[in-house]
T-cell receptor, first 114, second 109 residues
Framework: DAGITQSPRHKVTETGTPVTLRCHQT?????MYWYRQDPGHGLRLIHY???????DKGEVSDGYSVSRSKTEDFLLTLESATSSQTSVYFCAISEAGESYNEQFFGPGTRLTVL | GQNIDQPTEMTATEGAIVQINCTYQTSGFNGLFWYQQHAGEAPTFLSY??LDGLEEKGRFSSFLSRSKGYSYLLLKELQMKDSASYLC??????????WGAGTKLIIKP
C-alpha cells in the first residue's frame, strides 16, 4: 500500500471554528489532492498540488484553503467551518498528473460540523 | 457540463456474474478508471482503460467504447468480499478526474 496517512481520522467541531486536516505521504509523489465524499455525490476535488508551494483550485474550493510547504505534507484548512462541510475527506497522491494518473488514497477523515 | 452516470445500487448472487455500467459526457477524454471502495474505507484502483476494448484482470474485466461514451466493469465468480461500491472516473481534457457517484454492489449468498 502507498504510504499515505491522514490526521485526524475523526473530528467533531462547531460552526465557525477553524479546522486543519493533514495529509502525509512517504512515496515522494509530486501530486497531492484533497477530495470530499458525500452520499449521492462522486468524489469532488477541493484543491490539488503539483509541487511544493504549487496549488490550484478544484471543483468545490470555496471555504477551503491548502498549503504545501514540503513534498510530503498537504494541509487542508477550513477557515470557519460550516455544517455543509460535514463530510468525509480523502487525500490522494499520484506520481504523474497527466496520462495514466492512478491515484492512491489515504484512509479518510470523517469531519462533523455541529 | 460534465457527467458520469452509474446505477446507484445493484444486487447479485454469490458465484454469479455482474456487469456495472458507466456512461460519461465529458470535455475530452484521456482515460477511464474503475475503483473499488469498501464501506468506511478508501477507494482502491481496479482498472484503467484508454483504448477501446476489453481489459481482463483475473475475475475482473473492464470494457471501453469511446465512441459511445460507455464503459462497464464485469465481475465474475462473485464472492461476498466483492460487496462494495464501484466508482467510475474519467480523465478529462485537463487531466482532471471526474468521478461518478458510484454503484453499491450487494452480494447475497
Amino acid at each position: 500500500d502507498a504510504g499515505i496517512t491522514q490526521s485526524p481520522r475523526h473530528k467533531v467541531t462547531e460552526t465557525g471554528t477553524p479546522v486543519t486536516l493533514r495529509c502525509h505521504q512517504t512515496e515522494n509523489h509530486r501530486y497531492m489532492y484533497w477530495y470530499r465524499q458525500d452520499p449521492g455525490h462522486g468524489l469532488r476535488l477541493i484543491h490539488y498540488s503539483y509541487g511544493v508551494k504549487d496549488t490550484d483550485k478544484g471543483e468545490v474550493s470555496d471555504g477551503y484553503s491548502v498549503s504545501r510547504s514540503k513534498t510530503e505534507d498537504f494541509l487542508l484548512t477550513l477557515e470557519s467551518a460550516t455544517s455543509s462541510q460535514t463530510s468525509v475527506y480523502f487525500c490522494a497522491i499520484s506520481e504523474a498528473g497527466e496520462s495514466y494518473n492512478e491515484q492512491f488514497f489515504g484512509p479518510g477523515t470523517r469531519l462533523t460540523v455541529l | 457540463g460534465q457527467n458520469i452516470d452509474q446505477p446507484t445500487e445493484m444486487t447479485a448472487t454469490e458465484g454469479a456474474i455482474v456487469q456495472i455500467n458507466c456512461t460519461y459526457q465529458t470535455s475530452g477524454f484521456n482515460g477511464l478508471f474503475w475503483y473499488q471502495q469498501h464501506a468506511g474505507e478508501a477507494p482502491t484502483f481496479l482498472s484503467y482503460n484508454v483504448l477501446d476494448g476489453l481489459e481482463e484482470k483475473g475475475r475482473f474485466s473492464s470494457f471501453l467504447s469511446r465512441s459511445k461514451g460507455y464503459s462497464y466493469l464485469l465481475l465474475k465468480e462473485l464472492q461476498m468480499k466483492d460487496s462494495a461500491s464501484y466508482l467510475c472516473a474519467v480523465v478529462d481534457s485537463n487531466y482532471q478526474l471526474i468521478w461518478g457517484a458510484g454503484t453499491k454492489l450487494i452480494i447475497k449468498p
